[in-house]
């Protein structure tokens, strides 16, 4: 068997194991859940995750992790869209609803089990935390210079408008009355005249 098949194999496997820890952290807590609970959910035995993860910590740290990084990305993807502060701002918290409405399970697990993380790990997951706040505070600074917001605390402000979408996650499910594109569009229509621009772009 080739060490490609092998690679391939494991990442399947890891995958199979990350999707059962995010399942089993959003129905019982990630103190609640147990390694067995984890394995099982994937179909395996529990001496068979610590081949690939070393413990409950080390899987809870990569959904967060992953949930992050992909948040930042967005984030700066949308600031980068466009000179314009107006659209920057819609498209970020369009596609940051979208995110957390479709996510919302992993969402939920990212935002409510900080505490459960290791000092270091928290360290690292902080630090992404403080970046996607920061590219959030800059575009609305951007927005207050360019004379298209009206905002006397961009820190104020930009924790306001993320707070849209991590709220999103608490109480969103499949069933509610509004399709996340939906509530998306909405989202960002608050957005802008959370910032004073509500006349839209230039």
């Known amino acids: ?27 019982k807590g990630f103190h609640g859940t147990t390694t067995r609970d984890i394995a099982q959910a994937a179909g395996m035995s529990p001496a068979a995750l610590y081949v690939h993860h070393r413990s409950k910590e080390e899987l809870l740290h990569l959904i967060s992790r992953e949930g992050h990084l992909t948040t930042l990305r967005l984030v700066r993807e949308a600031v980068a869209s466009t000179e314009d502060p107006a659209l920057a ?17 992993g969402a939920r697990i990212v935002n409510q089990e900080l505490a459960a993380l290791s000092p270091e790990h928290l ?30 605390d961009s820190r104020l402000a930009a924790a306001a408008l993320l707070s849209l979408g991590i709220d999103l996650a608490r109480w969103y499910r499949e069933d509610v009355r509004w399709s996340p594109e939906q509530i998306a569009e909405r989202y960002a229509e608050m957005a802008l005249r959370l910032v004073g621009s509500a006349a839209g772009p230039a």
């Open 1 to 27: 068997m080739s060490q490609t098949h092998d690679a391939s194999r494991g990442e399947v496997t890891r995958a199979r194991l990350l999707a059962a820890a995010t399942t089993a952290f959003a129905e």
């Open 89 to 105: 701002l819609r498209r970020l918290v369009h596609d940051f609803a979208i995110h957390h409405a479709e996510g919302h399970t």
């Open 123 to 152: 360290v690292e997951i902080r630090g992404i935390r403080d970046e996607i706040d920061s590219e959030v505070r800059r575009l609305v600074d951007r927005g207050v210079a360019a004379g298209r917001f009206d905002v006397a």
